[in-house]
Nanobody, 118 residues
Framework: QVQLVESGGGLVQPGGSLRLSCAAS????????VGWYRQAPGQQRELVAT???????NYQDSVKGRFTISRDNAKATVGLQMNSLKPEDTAVYYC????????????WGQGTQVTVSS
């Protein structure tokens, strides 16, 4: 059974920092591109950042320079360090694991709420 379990969300003031973490099980983690997406109320889910099995990263323009994604294949975890948070970063953040090979697999975590407010 595949599980992606996020942690680290919460309430933070503008300009503050949070670190999200996602622990994966049931997959060959090192073979997957993993990443973070977010969904604000009334909006579509959007990509925040991804990191490939080879370590290449991709960020949404609005978070470049503020967020850093990282992965630890030995622990099967992916992290998202979020600095200089803004109210518009408020959303539910979802962990994703994606594999394309002979077949395609896509897995999601349950989400963790991040609220940036004074």
């Amino acid at each position: 059974q595949v599980q992606l379990v996020e942690s680290g969300g919460g309430l933070v003031q503008p300009g503050g920092s949070l670190r999200l973490s996602c622990a994966a099980s049931g997959i060959i983690f090192s073979s997957y591109t993993v990443g973070w997406y977010r969904q604000a109320p009334g909006q579509q889910r959007e990509l925040v950042a991804t990191i490939t099995s080879g370590g290449s990263t991709n960020y949404q323009d609005s978070v470049k320079g503020r967020f850093t994604i990282s992965r630890d294949n030995a622990k099967a975890t992916v992290g998202l360090q979020m600095n200089s948070l803004k109210p518009e970063d408020t959303a539910v953040y979802y962990c994703n694991a994606h594999f394309i090979g002979w077949y395609e697999k896509d897995y999601w975590g349950q989400g963790t709420q991040v609220t940036v407010s004074s």
